[in-house]
């Protein structure tokens, strides 16, 4: 959640230019001292929430203040974004005065009435949209795939980012029923477990453990679960806390692949589950090694390939000779925006949510995630648990 200096500029300025505009509209309407209080009070509360959003550091600090920080940002720009979205629109009703034609006065409608959804939109995206858990099946069928494996349920699901929760387990748990509930012979988390510092999961250790699955629970690390994106004293400090990350996952019984594989047997035949730490596209870190998780991609065994980042399988796997089946990513979120089948992910990423593959059997899915990060919201992009089954 770092905040760019041009931000620092550009947003102020534009709340005060929207403000203006908006009390110019109003006038039409409402008395100019009417008009002139609610600019003051707009004003204020933004002012007074950009303040705290820019103030609260993002990089130190406990979770209690980088929730303040993230919600006083979320406020302001369900303020700010409405405000935008009725000025732009607005301002088209006043083109017929280019030939000295009177303002449609439709647009001033047109404009209230999508900048109240908006509004409405974003508040409900914050408090019911990333909580409206949906289970998406997709089924991936090979013929060189062991007989054993034909039917093999996999539950894929990602980016948790548990800080967000601050110490609230409800929703974890609501998720932990839900996966248990679809009876997989495995579960897979692909990467971003928390937000910044390893002792976001001591409150949720025991929820998550409840995880069931005859071939166990196989994590990967992400982006976010190696503190970097935290002010640490010393790098001793962040060192202890990645282990104790590490060490409480496997107190929760998960086998967390760190550049490593693992074979699953099933029916007298076997795949291989090939984890790699986080292969990040600029400016993401880069921690993984394939070559170390598994060294020989393109042998005769049936794989898996767990990478938190799909940009990992499009620079390794996508249109090469590796034998990977299947790679199962997260880390785009959809942006926790998506309208049918658009998002401003896809603006960012090339494979973004969903299913893909190069013709080549060669397969990705990218999970959108469960939670949130930066705004604690989503619109569209709901929480994602991926049920997958292996078919011949």
């Given amino acids: ?40 009070v707009f004003l204020v509360i933004e002012y007074a929430l950009l303040s705290a959003g820019i103030a609260l550091p993002a990089r130190s600090g406990d979770t209690g203040m980088l929730l303040c920080k993230m919600w006083a940002l979320f406020a302001f720009s369900t303020i700010l974004i409405p405000k935008a979205v009725f000025c732009i629109i607005d301002a088209f009703g006043l083109i017929p005065r280019c030939w000295n034609g009177r303002r449609w006065r439709a647009c001033s409608w047109v404009a209230l009435i999508v900048a109240v959804a908006t509004f409405v939109g974003m508040w409900w995206g914050a408090l019911e949209g990333r909580y409206e858990l949906t289970v998406k099946p997709i089924t991936i069928s090979n013929g060189d795939l062991p007989a054993g494996f034909d039917g093999y349920r996999i539950v894929q699901f990602s980016d948790f980012h548990l800080g967000t929760y601050g110490s609230d387990t409800t929703y974890v748990a609501k998720v932990v029923d839900a996966i248990n509930s679809l009876e997989p012979d495995l579960i897979v988390f692909t990467g971003d477990l928390v937000n910044r510092t390893g002792d976001e999961l001591r409150p949720f250790t025991s929820v998550l453990a409840r995880l069931h699955a005859p071939d166990g629970v196989i994590s990967i690390m992400g982006n976010h679960d190696y ?55 600029p400016p993401f870190s880069r921690y993984g090694d394939l070559g170390k998780a598994y060294p020989t991609v393109n042998d005769d065994v049936t794989k898996i390939l767990l990478s ?50 190069d013709g080549l059997n ?16 989503r619109l569209g992009a709901t929480p994602q648990i991926t049920l997958i089954t292996l078919s011949r």
């Fill in 308 to 357: 938190h980042n799909p940009a990992h399988w499009e620079e390794a796997i996508e249109g090469s000779d590796a034998n990977i089946l299947l790679t199962l990513s997260g880390h785009t979120h959809a942006m926790q925006i998506q309208v049918g089948n658009w998002s401003p992910a896809s603006l960012r990423y090339r494979h973004w949510a969903g299913l893909y593959d």
């Fill in 1 to 40: 959640m770092r905040i760019p200096f041009l931000s620092l500029i550009l947003l102020p300025t534009l709340a005060v230019g929207t403000d203006i505009y908006v009390y110019f509209a109003l006038k039409r309407v409402i008395s100019r001292r009417a008009a002139r209080v609610l600019f003051v």
């Fill in 362 to 377: 060669h397969y990705l899915n990218v999970d959108s995630g469960i939670g949130t990060v930066g705004f604690p919201m």
């Fill in 227 to 281: 503190g970097d994106y935290y002010d640490w004293g010393t790098q001793e400090e962040k060192a202890a806390s990645l282990s104790n990350f590490q060490n409480l996952q496997r107190d929760m019984g998960w086998n967390l692949l760190l550049n490593e594989s693992q074979t699953i047997r099933h029916g007298g035949d076997s795949i291989i589950i090939v984890g790699v730490e986080n292969v990040g596209d």
